[in-house]
């Protein structure tokens, strides 16, 4: 599946390039072609875009780097219009207006959304039993984790 990789950027220490590069790992693991914005970014104005921005300021990479807010976007809707068969989105999708024109046009386009567990929640609670789990965060709070062996880690993960 063709799966267009969204999360959060702006305004997040390295433009959230870690997360994206973990994400973009766990799902071509999963057998699946990725389009991740972070890599083409990556690819037309290099690694140091996102190291020598510690607080993902898109100013200091227009100013510095070229970057484009506006042709990065550009680049990223035409790519889940013409391409995409699903979205997935990294936590902290809900904060970021980027994501939600990204997965407005996803849902209008009728693709599939894929929520991507956040593994940091997952990793604090690896050594927890279910029970204990359930008890700490509530029901709601056990999406995204998946559980083995009476372990927990994030769904969908390779673990």
Same mark, same amino acid.
């Given at each position: 599946?063709?799966?267009?990789?969204?999360?959060?950027?702006?305004?997040?220490?390295?433009?959230?390039?870690?997360?994206?590069?973990?994400?973009?790992?766990?799902?071509?693991?999963?057998?699946?072609?990725?389009?991740?914005?972070?890599?083409?970014?990556?690819? $037309?104005?290099?690694?140091?875009?996102?190291?020598?921005?510690?607080?993902?300021?898109?100013?200091?990479?227009?100013?510095?780097?070229?970057?484009?807010?506006?042709?990065?976007?550009?680049m990223d809707l035409a790519w889940i219009c013409a391409?995409?068969?699903?979205?997935?989105?990294?936590?902290?999708?809900?904060?970021? $207006?980027?994501?939600?024109?990204?997965?407005?046009?996803?849902?209008?386009?009728?693709?599939?959304?894929?929520?991507?567990?956040?593994?940091?929640?997952?990793?604090?609670?690896?050594?927890?039993?279910?029970?204990?789990?359930?008890?700490?965060?509530?029901?709601?709070?056990?999406?995204?984790?998946?559980?083995?062996?009476?372990?927990?880690?994030?769904?969908?993960?390779?673990?």
């Open positions: 599946m063709k799966v267009y990789l969204a999360g959060p950027m702006r305004g997040i220490p390295q433009f959230n390039y870690p997360a994206f590069i973990a994400g973009a790992a766990e799902l071509r693991a999963a057998g699946h072609e990725v389009f991740s914005p972070a890599e083409k970014d990556v690819e $037309k104005h290099g690694a140091e875009m996102f190291t020598s921005n510690h607080d993902g300021n898109n100013d200091r990479a227009e100013a510095n780097f070229g970057f484009s807010l506006r042709a990065a976007l550009a391409e995409a068969d699903a979205i997935a989105l990294l936590p902290g999708w809900e904060r970021s $207006k980027g994501v939600a024109a990204e997965k407005a046009t996803a849902e209008a386009l009728g693709l599939k959304i894929i929520i991507m567990p956040d593994p940091v929640r997952a990793a604090r609670f690896a050594q927890l039993d279910r029970e204990k789990a359930l008890e700490t965060l509530g029901a709601g709070g056990l999406a995204g984790i998946a559980w083995r062996d009476g372990k927990a880690f994030p769904a969908g993960g390779s673990r």
